[in-house]
């Protein structure tokens, strides 16, 4: 009997050890390697002729109050690309409950009106709008239509004393080589494809949702800092995402 019980115990240590091998010297399985975020997101601009006209899209009525400020976030040259039928305009407001305008028309020598909605501002920071991508209120852009927005404050009765600012948006068709990149699900990877082909729309509100999301990541604020500064918006660089609006 003790002969069997020993036997048995040898068995299934063999057994056991038999099982054991295979995964200790099976072939360790690849990671990748973590993205390093400040050597990836670099905002090229694209080859636009636009002038850098941001301060030229810019008007305050004399009825305004002097201390305040919209600020677009938007490139230097105040004419940003998109892949979106329905992107996301993002913009700085220094006063809460201000009521703001916004409006996009194409840039077609009649002003033809796209979309215009109207928000009131809760607290000073940067919100961002969203034209509308689903159901009966959504709103697309034409590929290759350049369109003109604004965000405006009304300061008095005459439209000539509001507060407004302007930009530029066009939306271009994708490429199959950035359609390749953007097909990695992870977003910053895709926030570096945006950038590197000089899609601005995409590369801000892509961070920005990031940042949304994980507000006390210091990598992400380095990178939405770094690419502020780099389009010359270093004043509204540090300044918190606050509201969304459709």
């Known amino acids: 009997m003790k002969r069997f019980l020993h036997f048995t115990a040898q068995a299934m240590a063999v057994f056991a050890i038999a099982v054991t091998l295979p995964s200790l010297f ?9 993205i390093l975020l400040s050597q990836n997101v670099n905002f090229k601009p694209p ?3 636009a002038p850098d006209n941001r301060q030229g899209g810019t008007h305050r009525g004399d009825a305004c109050p002097k201390d305040l400020s919209i600020i677009p976030l938007i490139p230097k040259s105040n004419d940003g690309l998109t ?21 996009l028309q194409a840039d077609d020598g009649k002003g ?10 809760d607290k000073p920071g940067i919100v961002e709008v969203s034209m509308p991508a689903i159901g009966d209120r959504k709103k697309s852009l034409e590929i290759g239509q350049r369109y003109q927005w604004s965000f405006s404050v009304a300061c008095n009765d005459d439209p000539s004393g509001n507060y407004f600012v302007k930009g530029i948006v066009q939306r271009i068709e994708l490429q ?20 590197k082909n000089g899609i601005w729309y995409e590369t801000l509100s892509t961070l920005a ?15 939405w800092t ?16 606050v509201e969304s609006f459709e």
Do not use: C
């Not at 949702?209 to 990178?223: C, F, I, N, V, W």
């Open 209 to 223: 949702q990031m940042r949304r999301l994980a507000p006390d990541d210091s990598g992400l604020t380095a990178e």
């Open 47 to 49: 080859d636009v002729t």
């Open 112 to 121: 033809t009106e796209v979309y215009k909605t109207t928000f009131k501002v």
């Open 83 to 103: 892949l979106a039928e329905s992107p996301t305009f993002l913009t700085y407001v220094s006063h809460s409950s201000t009521q703001i305008e916004f409006t």
């Open 176 to 195: 199959e080589t950035l359609k390749s990149d953007l097909a990695n699900p992870d977003p910053m990877a895709k926030v570096i494809a945006y950038a």
């Open 226 to 241: 770094q690419l502020l500064q780099s389009q010359g918006l270093t004043s509204v660089a540090d300044q918190p995402l």
């Open 26 to 34: 099976a072939p360790m399985q690849a990671v990748p390697a973590p």
